[in-house]
């Protein structure tokens, strides 16, 4: 049976190169949070995205909510950005390597639940999705 | 003389909103379709710009209410406590986030304000004026794991004695009066692999209160077996049915959490009719929300059938 909490974190086919004059300089792709209420920036920890098995430093990604970017390693200072309940996020990423043939692109973060526990005894739903991406 | 009424809260709606994309709105709308008179709205689930909506927003939203002849049931507020990276709201933040929610739900002419236990007796007692100027009654929900005689509510308690429930009480989800498993339980059990026969049996042994361990070794449980056996000792042997008077003694808004009504409207696992008996025992007068969470387990339930027929059975308890 799918549930809510077991739908797809990586939206399928929002990958995309980000180039300029024939040169590669980057990708983006979208994802949700699988939760039932919207979510601030501050409560998804550990966000760590790889492609081909290479993490990606969160000083080269930007998260775009609402229209505006933040640098994902600010993520944790993000208290009053919400991402709501059923959009979506896109995750840019700053990548000079080939992007053409077939990848694996991964995502996994930790959704700390924001009104359970208290520091150090939080309550967290770990998200974990992956897919191949062409180009 | 009781004065129950039917509400239902957005919560129940969650896979609607999330992956449906149907609107508020349409959510009113259908619920008001069915017969419902109130909605509760959930914050955090819905409101643009959590926890600070625009005016714009608000007036939008009395407007829409108000079009569907629906009255705002309760403001679902949250106290997000863990909300920034590495340390609490503090006392007086948690004071300010709150009567922030107080104000949202007076605007939008809601006399509830449903909000989490993680708040505080003390915060409580320092919103008492806010209380009696905007005339809300704050309630505290009473959800599984917790129960009125642990630490955490044992302060709850005495203030609502003190109070006499005018200004504060609880909220009991319906969730902590299941007896049995539901359906949702049933079904992820088949799906896990245990057979309609061997799942019969591990739930007469249950229902017969024989000890887990007893109960493995009787059957000669395997491993799949024995953990369902185990989830639904976990699950479902502790209730609070005992306290079922005390809280709806203190209570002016609860919500009728559910997981899956059958279509002779029949719950495997909560008896409404020995909550709604008790509801009248002790003259409730306020809503009663539904809260469907059958897509915790199953997305492909019709929300909006699920929701008729809380409608429909507790109209026929009522």
Redesign the interface.
């Known amino acids: 049976?799918?549930?809510?909490?077991t739908?797809t974190a990586l939206v399928r086919d929002s990958f995309q190169v980000i180039s300029y004059d024939d040169i590669q300089y980057g990708f983006f792709f979208r994802f949700?949070t699988k939760?039932?209420?919207?979510i601030?920036l501050?409560?998804l920890e550990k966000f760590t995205v790889e492609l081909d098995g290479v993490e990606i430093s969160p000083y080269d990604m930007t998260i775009r909510v609402d229209g505006k970017e933040y640098l994902v390693a600010l993520m944790?200072?993000l208290?009053s950005v919400?991402l709501?309940?059923?959009k979506e996020a896109t995750v840019k990423v700053r990548w000079y390597g080939d992007l053409s043939g077939e990848h694996n692109l991964s995502l996994s973060f930790f959704d700390?639940?924001?009104?359970?526990?208290?520091?150090g005894r939080?309550v967290a739903a770990p998200a974990k999705d992956q897919m191949k991406v062409g180009v | 003389m009781s004065n129950i009424k039917l509400s239902v809260s957005t919560f129940s709606a969650g896979k609607d909103f999330a992956i449906d994309g149907i609107s508020l709105e349409d959510f009113v709308r259908r619920a008001a379709e069915i017969g419902y008179t109130g909605i509760e709205l959930v914050s955090a689930q819905l409101v643009p710009g959590y926890p600070y909506p625009t005016d714009e927003w608000i007036e939008e939203t009395k407007a829409l209410l108000e079009k569907y002849n629906m009255e705002l049931a309760a403001y679902g507020g949250y106290v997000d406590v863990v909300r920034f990276s590495g340390r609490d709201l503090t006392k007086e933040e948690i004071v300010s986030l709150t009567r922030n929610d107080m104000v949202i739900a007076h605007r939008l002419g809601s006399k509830v304000l449903k909000t989490g236990e993680s708040i505080g007796a003390d915060v409580l007692r320092e919103l008492l004026p806010d209380c009696e100027r905007w005339d809300i009654w704050i309630g505290m929900e009473l959800h599984g794991p917790e129960d009125l005689h642990g630490a955490r509510w044992t302060p709850y308690m005495e203030l609502f004695r003190e109070d006499g429930g005018k200004h504060f009480g609880i909220v009991p989800d319906t969730g902590i009066y299941q007896e049995m498993p539901n359906e949702m339980f049933v079904r992820e059990s088949l799906e896990a692999g245990v057979s309609p026969e061997r799942y019969a049996a591990i739930e007469a042994g249950f229902a017969a209160k024989k000890p887990v361990d007893d109960l493995c070794a009787e059957l000669n449980l395997n491993e799949v077996e024995a953990k369902v056996a185990n989830q639904m000792y976990g699950g479902y042997t502790v209730n609070q049915i005992a306290d079922m008077d005390v809280s709806f003694q203190y209570s002016r808004y609860a919500h009728g959490k559910y997981f899956y009504l059958e279509e002779d409207l029949r719950d495997r696992g909560i008896n409404f009719a020995n909550i709604v008996e008790c509801m009248k025992r002790q003259n409730y007068d306020g809503f009663i929300s539904a809260e469907y969470e059958g897509y915790f387990h199953d997305t492909s339930e019709d929300t909006f059938e699920q929701l008729d027929r809380f409608y429909r059975l507790m109209e026929s308890l009522i």
């Open positions: 049976m799918e549930n809510i909490f739908r949700n939760d039932t209420r919207g601030y501050s409560c944790p200072e208290s919400v709501d309940l059923g700390r639940v924001p009104f359970i526990g208290c520091t939080t």
